[in-house]
């Protein structure tokens, strides 16, 4: 979705003076949520509402509970404390910088602390999710994995215990299986427990129609369904490209991956990978177009979101909402 709001600054600079202004922040919020203007309860869709200046809410006139509601209810940034002010400008870095943003960053540019900067941007990527009901993948698919990790100082305790008592095929490193779409040049890609043929084949199943041709290496010996797919393999011990068989689209996935995960996220743990994941496919997916315009469909997607702290160390399962 493209809002195509004239107001939208065009460059980090620029989004941190805009957002600076809490009257910017409020226009861009609105036009965010309400695009027509007219403010709703989000709790029970009524248009009688009153803004409230000095706390900064809206009460609805109807009878229920939870009648006062923000420009953050109901989004990601629904009962954090930190104003607008902070949120929008480390959205644009995240939504932008191409090879991500560490919470050291947010932490000296927008005077957070460190822990708060990384829960920020930990619920930032939960908008950068993309949403996969639109479909399957089809045409031709380029299909590879690859592998991200992980020294066992980094890991998240139970992962550290799991690895620990069973060993691991795969040493400390996990498994990222992605699919690159050709003719939209999307990519999809997913953390996998391991690289069995139905772990494999599954993610294959659920993400690529019927008759779509694969392309990929030799890894694919190991899962093809030849009565499912049209299958087509480069020998990377022979030669990387030939003709059109060849996996440099999801290669050129893997560098920007490898790069923010070795660069800027030094250090990972395997439990959280996944959102890493999500975030750089994210930013792949909309490489073609401008910042302000990625800026705008990021946040398009802060609405009906929610990961709170509990969630996100784990300690409480991601689908219950509080
Ligand atoms: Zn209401």
Redesign the pocket.
Known sequence: MLLCMETTPNSLQAAIIHFANYENCHKFMVDLRWPDGKVT?P??G?EKVIWLAKTRQWK?Y?K?SQ?KFSLKTGTIFEDSPLPLSKWLPCAWLILNCKNGVSSYEIHRDLKVTQKTAWFMLSRLRLAMQDDLTGGTLNGEIEVDESFIGGKIRNMHKSRKRIVQRHGSRMGNKSVVFGMLERRTGKVRATVIPDRKCDSIQNEVLGNIERGATIISDEFANSWEMPKKYVHQMVNHLETYVNGNVHTQGIENFWSLLKRGLGGTYVSVEPFHLFRYVDEQCFRFNNRRVTDAERFEMGMAQIVGRRLTYKQLTGKEPLDSRP
């Open positions: 309860c709790a029970c009524s609805c109807g229920h009648a």
